[in-house]
């Protein structure tokens, strides 16, 4: 295992275009860190450049307490987990799996014993003389994972290693992976345009827009208290709704209405909160438009527009909705507020 420190870290490219703007922050020893943010962003060059498969243009980047900066990729001792698994077409799952210890000179033994050991740790045991093309994709990328494993590594890194799965494996790659790492207790890195698998994977977030760092912290700090209105659209699923809204006369007010709280100051903010922090009640503060009920089994989304602007709220599976004119109730503790020109938490 391994701690990683990037210190002033910064990427631009011989055409001056800049991918990743200075940045620092620490990894700790054992952690599961996610990177996670749109296309461009940034996040993926970011792990590159920690694998060692991109220049670092500025700054210092640190696994344990060596300097990596011009360490080749192949001794920084780490493992990376591709997206379109990068196995060998010709080769079983045991030759694919084994590759990289017998180019190492590993004894063939230690080879048998870690690839035995690798296989029934990712339920691989019975397909270990099977090639890639007989194998789902679930299962491909477990061989791409025990490839890695069996390197006992000082990090793992993960760039988007679910993006060819459909919804039902991700879930279950999901779990599997989060598993093996809390097994493995080893330092992780993982790479993804999905928010889901961000909240649900990871220890800590970084959450990355256009090159920059917009907010770091664990899922529950990145959901409940966004610092930005990038931040509070991009995580969640649905995202929080964002409101423009006025300070005036001591309160909260949106459209000039009934005040939402006490607040200091004067001028325009987006006010956000949740869908599920709203409350259907028929003295609500609010009038509220649905348009499309969204049923989804355990719960429903009321898509519609509040205030003329777009909103969501979720309830409960019990009880009827259908479109139309309701009334609702914003919960004052779960308001949060945001510059009006800059996005940033108030």
């Known amino acids: 295992m391994a701690h990683v420190s990037l210190s002033n870290i910064r990427k631009v490219y011989p055409n001056g275009f800049q991918a990743l703007e200075r940045t620092g922050f620490s990894i700790k020893d054992g952690e599961f860190l996610v990177l996670v943010g749109p296309s461009g962003c940034g996040k993926s060059t970011l792990l ?25 990729p192949a001794d920084r001792d780490i493992a990376m987990v591709f997206q379109n698994y990068a196995l060998y077409p010709h080769m079983t799952v045991r030759k694919n799996i084994a590759y990289g210890l017998k180019n190492r000179g590993i004894a063939s033994d230690v080879i048998a014993a870690k690839v035995a050991q690798a296989a029934e740790m990712l339920n691989l045991t019975e397909y270990l003389d099977r090639k890639p093309s007989q194998l789902s994709g679930g299962q491909r990328q477990r061989v791409a994972m025990g490839r890695a494993v069996v390197r006992d590594p000082a990090l793992f890194l993960f760039d988007e290693p679910l993006s060819n799965l459909d919804a039902k494996l991700r879930h279950q790659m999901r779990i599997e992976i989060k598993a093996l790492q809390r097994r493995l207790g080893v330092t992780s890195v993982y790479v993804t345009h999905d928010q889901v698998e961000a909240m649900t994977m990871a220890d800590r977030i970084i959450v990355m827009n256009a090159g920059r760092i917009e ?16 931040v509070a659209s991009f995580m969640g699923a649905p995202p929080m709704n964002l ?13 000039g209405g009934t005040p939402l709280r006490a607040a200091e100051g004067v001028g325009p903010v987006t006010l956000g909160i949740r869908p599920e922090d709203v409350e259907l009640h028929p003295e609500g503060e609010l009038g509220f438009d649905v348009e499309i009920v969204e049923e989804l089994g355990g719960h429903r989304l009321l898509h519609g527009r509040l205030a003329e ?34 996005g940033r938490a108030l």
């Open 309 to 342: 602007q777009p909103f969501t709220v979720h309830i409960g599976k019990g009880g009827e909705a259908s479109p139309g004119a309701m009334r609702v109730r914003l919960k004052p503790e779960a308001l949060r507020l945001f510059d009006h020109e800059t």
């Open 48 to 72: 590159r450049m920690i694998a060692g498969l991109e220049e670092i243009t500025e700054g210092e980047l640190r696994i344990g307490d060596r300097v990596v900066n011009d360490v080749d």
């Open 215 to 230: 907010q770091i912290g664990t899922p529950a700090e990145i959901y409940h208290t966004p610092a930005s209105t990038f």
């Open 243 to 255: 409101l423009e809204a006025r300070l005036e006369e001591g309160a909260l007010r949106v459209n």
